[in-house]
């Protein structure tokens, strides 16, 4: 079973245990739900791990998940989950998959008009509502029966599904087998290319450039990868193979002389390349992935380097996030590329969940305040910010709320004394339906800031999203909007917004929106990144991190950034802490 297969077990386990009893089974959903997001996000098969002895290397894989894989990939099944799942239709898994279904939901509508066959349930599900009839069920009505219509056939045509890889998943993939080629003494230099080397949000096959001047030897030590399940081709000077996960693997090897025109070419983009082309005709030039002819004489010329060959052009080097034929080229030739924002640049992260019990509305952090401190010294920041998620304002009085962040900051200052590093007071607080904040008056104004999201309720119309955002931001506490788009790589298209209206007000306002680093979110996307700065509104990158090690994702979000165009000065977490002290009282 791959990784996927196997994360998709495990969400069904969880989800039987919801159904059956969420109180009771509380401990295994929490688990087996942190085991599939590990397996899912993880670079490496768990049979590869299996084979390997490391189990127990993939995060939130105790004694107990650990017996269960072993058990899976021994006979294909696990017994104990047979048993949690008995008495549960597939076709309520099926129903799982559209992203408004939670399995309580799934449950109701399968049971309820007897739904047993998972091949036909999207269908069946939407037959049901066309006809009116979900509508009656009791807690769900007109307005739910049309939301759940409108998410089926939008499911359907392909809306928050892609078979493409998460960038840092493929990332990770091609370093590993980059690091494999490395091993060989003929490899002299190997690259990523394609739309992973410009750092696209979503990857598809992936593909590798080596530089060498014995191609025989180094496709044979690239088909020898550990981890490859089965040969595709093997060349002369190209090979692909399938690795144990299902995804493709493409080589591509020349000797020094060539590497630069390789890496040029194939990096691409295709709209880039044309563009260049273009461009180089009018010189009477010819390029392609071994150089760059003269039609005039009918010499070619190789480049061992990029600069080189975008030189012999007469342009500037182009970073490969750039090369999307939207202005790039054209910038080039006129010297005026943008100095690109780099992680170094980077002096904080503000958006930071600690495991200090604020009593949160969902997803608590893992790692304590001064593990999160020492983790951003590490990282040679200055400053950082906690956003733990607003306490649940179902389970807590006004008063409750205000002391427990009291409590926090109080916490939050002891370690900033005895550690002697600067902490914002933040939180990451939901915007309600109506717009209001889930924290009362009291308890913002006991913070520096606070980051505002949208963690429910995501099927609103594109102006009623609209209107709910910009009102939540209005607070004057409100300062950072995270994760704009709601989107979920792979799983979650995401809300409308308009975004000329929300890019406008924050300009006016003095408001910030982020750029999630998170491997599912990397949201805004780059595209809307790019607008956001023409239009000067100020941005930030966040990592969203629950735990630690996962502030060092900022490498993502500041690819995603440079892929917008930013500039260090674009960004607001390059500043100094007296400078972002004034942006958030402003």
Same mark, same amino acid.
């Given at each position: 079973?791959?990784?996927?297969?196997?994360?998709?077990?495990?969400?069904?386990?969880?989800?039987?245990?919801?159904?059956?009893?969420?109180?009771?089974?509380?401990?295994?959903?929490?688990?087996?739900?942190? #085991?599939?997001? #590990?397996?899912?996000?993880?670079?490496?098969?768990?049979?590869?791990?299996?084979?390997?002895?490391?189990?127990?290397?993939?995060?939130?894989?105790?004694?107990? %998940?650990?017996?269960?894989?072993?058990?899976?990939?021994?006979?294909?099944?696990?017994?104990?989950?047979?048993?949690? =799942?008995?008495?549960?239709?597939?076709?309520?898994?099926?129903?799982?998959?559209?992203? @408004?279904?939670?399995? =309580?939901?799934?449950?109701?509508?399968?049971?309820?008009?007897?739904?047993?066959?998972?091949?036909?349930?999207?269908?069946?599900?939407?037959?049901?509502?066309?006809?009116?009839?979900?509508?009656?069920?009791?807690?769900?009505?007109?307005?739910?029966?049309?939301?759940?219509?409108?998410?089926?056939?939008? +499911?359907?045509?392909?809306?928050?599904?892609?078979?493409?890889?998460?960038?840092?998943?493929?990332?990770? %993939?091609?370093?590993?087998?980059?690091?494999?080629?490395?091993?060989?003494?003929?490899?002299?230099?190997?690259?990523?290319?394609?739309?992973?080397?410009?750092?696209?949000?979503?990857?598809?096959?992936?593909?590798?450039?080596?530089?060498?001047?014995?191609?025989?030897?180094?496709?044979?030590?690239?088909?020898?990868?550990?981890?490859?399940?089965?040969?595709?081709? =093997?060349?002369?000077?190209?090979?692909?193979?399938?690795?144990?996960?299902?995804?493709?693997?493409?080589?591509?090897?020349?000797?020094? $002389?060539?590497?630069?025109?390789?890496?040029?070419?194939?990096?691409?983009?295709?709209?880039?390349?044309?563009?260049?082309?273009? +461009?180089?005709?009018?010189?009477?030039?010819?390029?392609?992935?071994?150089?760059?002819?003269?039609?005039?004489?009918?010499?070619?010329?190789?480049?061992?380097?990029?600069?080189?060959?975008?030189?012999?052009?007469?342009?500037?080097?182009?970073?490969?996030?750039?090369?999307?034929?939207?202005?790039?080229?054209?910038?080039?030739?006129?010297?005026?590329?943008?100095?690109?924002?780099?992680? =170094?640049?980077?002096?904080?992260?503000?958006?930071?969940?600690?495991? +200090?019990?604020?009593?949160?509305?969902?997803?608590?952090?893992?790692?304590?305040?001064?593990?999160?401190?020492?983790?951003?010294?590490?990282?040679?920041?200055?400053?950082?910010?906690?956003?733990?998620?607003?306490? $649940?304002?179902?389970?807590?009085?006004?008063?409750?709320?205000?002391?427990?962040?009291?409590?926090?900051?109080?916490?939050?200052?002891?370690?900033? !004394?005895?550690?002697?590093?600067?902490?914002?007071?933040?939180?990451?607080?939901?915007?309600?339906?109506?717009?209001?904040? #889930?924290?009362?008056?009291?308890?913002?104004?006991?913070?520096?800031?606070?980051?505002?999201?949208?963690? @429910?309720?995501?099927?609103?119309?594109?102006?009623?999203?609209?209107?709910?955002?910009?009102?939540?931001?209005?607070?004057?506490?409100?300062?950072?909007?995270?994760?704009?788009?709601?989107?979920?790589?792979?799983?979650?298209?995401?809300?409308?917004?308009?975004?000329?209206?929300? +890019?406008?007000?924050?300009?006016?306002?003095?408001?910030?929106?982020?750029?999630?680093?998170?491997?599912?979110?990397?949201?805004?996307?780059?595209?809307?990144?790019?607008? #956001?700065?023409?239009?000067?509104?100020?941005?930030?990158?966040?990592?969203?991190?629950?735990?630690?090690?996962?502030?060092?994702?900022?490498?993502?979000?500041?690819?995603?950034?440079?892929?917008?165009?930013?500039?260090?000065?674009?960004?607001?977490?390059?500043?100094?802490?007296?400078?972002?002290?004034?942006?958030? !009282?402003?």
């Amino acid at each position: 079973m791959t990784n996927k297969e196997i994360s998709k077990l495990f969400l069904e386990v969880a989800a039987s245990y919801t159904i059956k009893n969420e109180k009771k089974y509380r401990f295994q959903i929490i688990a087996y739900q942190k #085991a599939a997001e #590990a397996i899912e996000g993880s670079p490496y098969q768990v049979i590869d791990l299996y084979k390997e002895g490391k189990l127990d290397e993939i995060p939130g894989v105790g004694p107990t %998940i650990k017996l269960r894989l072993e058990e899976l990939i021994k006979t294909g099944r696990v017994k104990h989950f047979d048993d949690v =799942k008995k008495g549960i239709s597939p076709a309520v898994f099926r129903l799982m998959e559209i992203p @408004s279904f939670g399995p =309580k939901k799934a449950y109701k509508i399968a049971t309820e008009f007897n739904l047993k066959n998972e091949k036909t349930a999207l269908e069946d599900v939407r037959k049901l509502a066309i006809e009116g009839k979900i509508e009656k069920i009791e807690g769900f009505g007109k307005k739910s029966e049309e939301d759940l219509l409108t998410a089926v056939e939008e +499911f359907k045509k392909g809306k928050g599904k892609t078979t493409k890889m998460i960038l840092p998943y493929a990332l990770e %993939i091609a370093n590993d087998i980059i690091d494999h080629l490395k091993k060989h003494k003929a490899v002299l230099d190997a690259k990523p290319l394609g739309s992973l080397r410009r750092m696209k949000s979503m990857v598809g096959d992936i593909d590798i450039a080596v530089s060498t001047n014995n191609p025989k030897e180094v496709i044979e030590h690239f088909t020898n990868y550990p981890r490859r399940q089965r040969l595709i081709e =093997k060349g002369a000077i190209t090979s692909s193979f399938l690795t144990t996960g299902g995804n493709q693997v493409d080589l591509m090897v020349l000797p020094p $002389s060539q590497f630069g025109s390789l890496l040029q070419h194939f990096t691409g983009s295709k709209d880039h390349n044309v563009s260049l082309r273009e +461009f180089a005709l009018g010189k009477n030039l010819s390029l392609n992935e071994k150089g760059i002819k003269n039609l005039k004489t009918g010499k070619l010329t190789k480049y061992s380097t990029e600069e080189d060959f975008y030189k012999a052009l007469g342009m500037q080097w182009i970073p490969p996030e750039l090369r999307e034929n939207t202005g790039e080229i054209e910038a080039s030739k006129n010297n005026k590329l943008p100095n690109l924002v780099e992680v =170094k640049d980077i002096k904080g992260d503000f958006h930071l969940h600690s495991s +200090f019990p604020v009593e949160e509305s969902h997803d608590p952090g893992k790692s304590s305040i001064e593990e999160l401190v020492k983790k951003a010294r590490g990282l040679n920041y200055e400053y950082i910010g906690l956003s733990e998620h607003n306490p $649940s304002q179902s389970k807590h009085t006004n008063d409750q709320i205000v002391r427990l962040l009291e409590k926090r900051n109080k916490e939050a200052e002891k370690v900033e !004394k005895r550690l002697n590093f600067k902490i914002f007071k933040l939180m990451e607080t939901d915007i309600l339906p109506n717009g209001k904040l #889930a924290l009362p008056q009291d308890a913002l104004k006991i913070l520096d800031a606070t980051i505002v999201s949208i963690h @429910s309720v995501f099927i609103m119309k594109k102006e009623d999203m609209t209107k709910r955002v910009i009102e939540g931001l209005s607070h004057p506490k409100a300062k950072i909007l995270a994760h704009p788009s709601g989107r979920l790589l792979g799983k979650r298209a995401g809300y409308e917004l308009d975004y000329d209206l929300l +890019f406008d007000f924050c300009k006016k306002n003095n408001k910030a929106i982020e750029i999630n680093a998170h491997p599912k979110r990397l949201d805004l996307d780059d595209s809307l990144v790019k607008i #956001a700065i023409e239009r000067g509104v100020m941005l930030v990158i966040n990592t969203d991190s629950h735990e630690k090690d996962q502030m060092d994702l900022m490498y993502y979000g500041v690819a995603i950034a440079r892929r917008g165009w930013a500039e260090k000065d674009d960004i607001i977490n390059t500043m100094s802490y007296n400078e972002v002290l004034d942006f958030f !009282k402003k």
